[in-house]
């Protein structure tokens, strides 16, 4: 069966400090990835999403990147934390295009980021 | 844009019944799924729909009108575990990319 794991749950960092959030998927090939972040009483707000190795689409321009070094692996990443890049973030995986069928997305169990 | 509206807040009594509506923009309609969320936590399926008309899984149905843009959630004899947020998402074009609506918050209150 697919797994996906996501590290680290919370996190605590101050204002100006890198990040790096990790997201992996098991018992799966080529799955498309999607990092999602959500503020406090808000929906989700899509970031960027892979459909391959180092294959990155941005939603939103900001001081977030993402990185793809392998299939099934999806890296969250800024160089200097803003305040208000404070929130909940999720990674997402749903199988290929082709094996679409009624899969909806398969969420991590999000990591708490709180900028200070 | 892809709006998806749905109500922010709702209030039920527990064993009640609850409809959470969602409507969304019609064009590259490609499928609608409802997601639950408790505090804290990460979305949880609940729900696919994507040919007109009701789907039921125990106490949660949802339905779907591809013409009017519609869908809503219906929860029956609501328990106090039911208090979350749920989410509205709609599938686009080709791509398996899910558009989420805001969410709307239920609280079952005793």
């Known amino acids: 069966s697919q797994t996906i794991h996501q590290w680290p749950a919370t996190l605590v960092q101050p204002v100006g400090s890198p990040l790096s959030l990790e997201c992996t998927v098991e018992g799966t090939s080529n799955p498309n990835l999607y990092w999602y972040r959500q503020a406090a009483g808000r929906g989700l707000q899509l970031l960027f999403y892979?459909?391959?190795?180092?294959?990155i689409s941005s939603e939103v321009p900001q001081n977030l990147s993402a990185s793809r070094p392998q299939d099934r692996q999806f890296i969250l990443s800024s160089k200097k934390l803003l305040l208000s890049d404070s929130g909940f973030y999720l990674c997402?995986?749903?199988?290929?295009?082709?094996?679409?069928?009624?899969?909806?997305?398969?969420f991590g169990s999000g990591t708490r980021l709180t900028v200070v | 844009g892809q709006n998806i509206d749905q109500p922010t807040e709702m209030t039920a009594t527990e064993g009640a019944i609850v409809q959470i509506n969602c409507t969304y923009q019609?064009?590259?309609?490609?499928?609608l799924f409802w997601y639950q969320q408790h505090a804290g936590e990460a979305p949880t399926f609940l729900s696919y729909?994507?040919?007109?008309g009701l789907e039921e899984k125990g106490r949660f149905s949802s339905f779907l009108s591809r013409s009017k843009g519609y869908s809503y959630l219906l929860l029956k004899e609501l328990q106090m575990k039911d208090s979350a947020s749920y989410l509205c998402a709609v599938r686009f074009g080709a791509g398996n990319m899910l558009t989420f609506g805001g969410g709307t918050r239920l609280m079952v209150k005793p």
């Open positions: 997402a995986w749903t199988p290929p295009v082709r094996d679409r069928g009624d899969y909806g997305y398969t």
């Open positions: 892979s459909v391959g190795i180092g294959q």
């Open positions: 019609t064009s590259g309609f490609n499928g």
């Open positions: 729909n994507v040919l007109d």
